[in-house]
């Protein structure tokens, strides 16, 4: 327990400790995984948004199917 409560939060806040301005570039493999990562987070954003404007028109469709099963 002494070990979780003492040098696991000072692990992290070393692990975790943000990049000076200006801080290296991260290596091809890692940037076109970040350039797919935030361009599938911004297609579920979107797709969760225009779920959530047409609620009674996808509420009719999932009964539908449900009715159809």
């Given at each position: 327990?002494?070990?979780?409560?003492?040098?696991?939060?000072?692990?992290?806040?070393?692990?975790?400790?943000?990049?000076?301005?200006?801080?290296?570039?991260?290596?091809?493999?890692?940037?076109?995984?970040?350039t797919l990562f935030e361009k599938s987070?911004?297609?579920?954003?979107?797709?969760?948004?225009?779920?959530l404007r047409c609620t009674g028109r996808?509420?009719?469709?999932y009964l539908l199917i449900c009715a159809?099963?």
């Amino acid at each position: 327990v002494f070990v979780a409560m003492s040098l696991t939060p000072a692990l992290c806040a070393t692990i975790l400790k943000a990049a000076p301005e200006g801080g290296h570039k991260p290596n091809a493999l890692f940037a076109r995984f970040n350039t797919l990562f935030e361009k599938s987070t911004q297609h579920y954003t979107d797709s969760t948004r225009s779920l959530l404007r047409c609620t009674g028109r996808y509420m009719v469709v999932y009964l539908l199917i449900c009715a159809g099963m």
